[in-house]
């Protein structure tokens, strides 16, 4: 089985911008509902639903990539950061009222952090 070929940085960014454009869209959807102050537990659990779809569909892809060198312990870190991240949409995802959507929030541990490490790994502006 040939070994796979480590993605030029122009690949490597056009793949990281790809990669994260679901989850992007899916915090965005989040954070539009918090600045309306959904109180819609139904509403809450279908978004948060996707955001741990979307994060675990992000996080396997990422930990496939062919990242080069330079970029590598940072797309390590932000992985496991999404793991930790989807501790809290899973919670959310189950919630049976207001204060459950609330708690899931309370210990949030967002990834953008980890993220914001490799897009300057990648050369890529801040988000």
């Given at each position: 089985?040939p ?34 102050n ?17 994060d675990h ?44 959507v ?26």
């Amino acid at each position: 089985m040939p070994t796979p070929t480590v993605w030029t940085m122009a690949q490597a960014q056009a793949q990281y911008l790809s990669l994260v454009k679901p989850s992007n869209a899916t915090i965005d959807a989040v954070n539009r509902m918090r600045d309306a102050n959904d109180q819609s537990v139904s509403r809450w659990r279908t978004i948060c639903r996707r955001a741990a779809a979307d994060d675990h569909t992000l996080a396997r892809k990422m930990a496939a990539g062919h990242w080069p060198a330079s970029a590598r312990r940072q797309v390590d870190a932000f992985v496991d950061a999404l793991a930790e991240e989807r501790t809290t949409w899973s919670l959310c995802a189950t919630a049976s009222s207001a204060d459950d959507v609330n708690a899931a929030f309370n210990d949030y541990h967002s990834a953008s952090g980890k993220a914001e490490a490799v897009r300057i790994a990648l050369g890529l502006p801040g988000a």
